[in-house]
């Protein structure tokens, strides 16, 4: 998804699936050199010597060799992976002369997974596992413009096996803060448990009403096929009577129109 519409295209086989029985979160699988997710050239995506930050969910079979979760342009402008069950990012340069950054805990095995890579116009690189930050260091600046316009890639040119599995890819050019970072994991792992729902009920995405109960913190959304009640962003409750123009949410009580 992009609210600037430009979303990403399917090449060859990716296989889509739930992150976990019942839940409505998809991951994406089967990820390969000739099977894989791709954005064309997106001149937002081109970071220079800016700051930028890319986060995903992985789940991958320990073994050895590269799994690249994200690619920019050709090999020699972004790489984005996990290499040699350790968690290590490697941003590389456009001649292909590359620095990395390595991770020092090895990201579990076969377990959906949060990991963040940041880089900061100051020469800052970070990487965070779980909302905790994992490493940092000052490296060379390099420049990360997709200087061929080639586009964005999801999970191509790297050794992604069947089992490995990626979830909720971003991009951005912005850094979160650590606190935004932890609280992104915080809010996202129970999105990842059998079961969890995270769209609202029903058919219609078009919201009627709104309403958050600060006592209980509880969001309501309504729709035409019901209210929906959100703790974060898991979906706990439902109702599955239309609602009008507005929700009044109170201490646990809730009226609608």
């Known amino acids: 998804r992009s609210v600037n519409n430009n979303g990403l295209e399917v090449f060859g086989t990716v296989t889509k699936s739930a992150v976990a029985t019942g839940t409505d979160l998809m991951a994406y699988s089967g990820l390969s050199e000739s099977n894989y997710l791709k954005q064309p050239y997106n001149s937002d995506l081109d970071f220079g010597t800016g700051d930028f930050s890319i986060m995903c969910w992985v789940k991958y079979a320990h073994s050895s060799g590269y ?142 009403a709104l309403a958050y109960d600060d006592d209980t913190e509880l969001l309501h959304a309504g729709t035409s096929a019901g209210r929906s009640v959100f703790q974060g962003l898991r979906r706990i409750d439902n109702t599955t009577d239309a609602v009008g123009a507005a929700i009044s949410a109170s201490n646990g009580m809730v009226a609608e129109d």
């Not at 100051?122 to 909302?131: D, K, P, V, Y």
């Not at 809010?187 to 029903?202: H, M, P, R, S, V």
Request: glycine fraction near 8%; charge should be negative.
């Open 67 to 208: 799994k690249n979760m994200f690619l920019k342009g050709a090999v020699g402008h972004l790489v984005v992976l996990v290499k040699d069950n350790n968690n290590l990012f490697s941003p590389y340069t456009n001649n292909g002369s590359g620095i990395t950054l390595t991770g020092t805990n090895t990201l579990p095995n076969n377990v959906w997974t949060h990991v963040v890579y940041t880089r900061s116009s100051s020469g800052l690189n970070q990487s965070f596992i779980n909302g905790v930050l994992d490493s940092s260091a000052v490296l060379t600046l390099v420049n990360v413009n997709d200087t061929s316009n080639t586009g964005t890639f999801i999970g191509k040119d790297g050794d992604l096996a069947s089992g490995d599995s990626l979830a909720l890819t971003r991009v951005s050019s912005t850094i979160p803060s650590p606190e935004q970072i932890k609280k992104i994991y915080e809010d996202e792992k129970f999105l990842f448990q059998e079961n969890a729902k995270a769209t609202l009920y029903g058919s219609s995405d078009a919201v009627t």
